[in-house]
């Protein structure tokens, strides 16, 4: 390597360069974090999700895996390599699926669940050191938005509290810049209290980082019935019909899926029941 090549910027130095000249507003607070929501029980190329964590030692992109809880468009010429592009100023480009930033947020109503359930029952909380290596942009990526953030300079969280949103919307979105490795990076993976017992427990313990429990996610049949207007009375349905004792758990939706008898995303939209009506409290006064 001459002196030229290693002098030149990676792409993740000039994509945070980029954006923190599209930032503005006061510092994060220094106590508030970046959570990476996901389904931990949910299986691709024969292993789940939390099992390829401890098979990677990372948390890795859509780019990498292939999969996603939200559209499957990370491909060059895809919906997320655009938005990617334009955010960045094409900085990744070029750079290997490897090199791309990886999709959380900021949790800065400091809920249990993680910044985001919208995208899943877990979720990794990263360490402090993260945020100084993450951007941000309010609304979600796909709506293209124009407001963004760096830890510097984060004036997102009062666009995002003055907004009106639903529950499920309310996201300050994040970009972590370089590996997130569960040994360096992650305080804790936040699991659901219904997969206690399970293999997705067993799959945790064996993870370098410590394994927490929030308070849980739970809907009942009644109450799911209360809210056919949210995502449609046939997801209500679905829901009704894959409901254990007339409940409704991140346990129970992942068991449904595993069947493969159900449409994937219409599973998506139960969730997304779960995830807005069967949510734990807040303590956070913004929340």
């Not at 510092?27 to 964590?53: C, D, I, Q």
């Not at 499957?72 to 938005?83: F, I, K, N, Q």
């Not at 990263?126 to 609304?139: E, N, V």
């Not at 569960?182 to 410590?210: F, K, M, N």
Request: proline fraction near 9%; charged fraction near 25%; hydrophobic fraction near 35%.
């Amino acid at each position: 390597m001459n002196a030229e090549t290693a002098a030149r910027p990676t792409p993740q130095e000039r994509a945070l360069a980029h954006v923190a000249g599209m930032a503005d507003g006061p510092p994060v607070p220094p106590e508030l974090r970046v959570t990476l929501n996901f389904h931990p029980e949910r299986t691709a190329h024969g292993s789940s999700v939390v099992e390829a964590l401890g098979e990677q030692g990372r948390y890795v992109s859509q780019f990498v895996t292939g999969t996603g809880n939200g559209g499957l468009t990370a491909h060059p010429g895809g919906d997320r390599w655009r938005w990617e592009s334009r955010i960045f100023n094409g900085a990744y480009d070029c750079a290997p699926a490897d090199d791309r930033p990886v999709y959380g947020g900021l949790n800065f109503r400091r809920k249990p669940v993680g910044a985001a359930p919208r995208f899943g029952s877990a979720h990794l909380r990263l360490t402090a050191g993260a945020l100084a290596r993450s951007t941000f942009c309010y609304p979600d990526s796909w709506l293209e938005p124009a407001d963004f953030g760096t830890a510097a300079r984060m004036g997102l969280v009062g666009l995002a509290l003055a907004d009106r949103q639903d529950a499920l919307d309310d996201y300050i979105e994040a970009q972590v810049h370089g590996p997130v490795r569960l040994d360096r990076d992650v305080e804790a993976l936040v699991l659901d209290p219904s997969h206690r017992g399970t293999p997705v427990e067993e799959a945790a313990r064996r993870l370098p980082c410590p394994v927490e429990w929030h308070p849980g996610f739970r809907l009942t049949v009644d109450e799911l019935r209360r809210h056919r207007a949210y995502r449609g009375p046939a997801y209500v349905e679905l829901g009704a019909e894959i409901a254990v004792d007339g409940v409704l758990d991140p346990r129970t939706i992942g068991e449904a899926a595993a069947t493969g008898r159900h449409d994937p995303q219409a599973l998506k939209k139960v969730w997304h029941c779960l995830a807005r009506f069967g949510a734990p409290p807040t303590d956070d006064p913004t929340g």
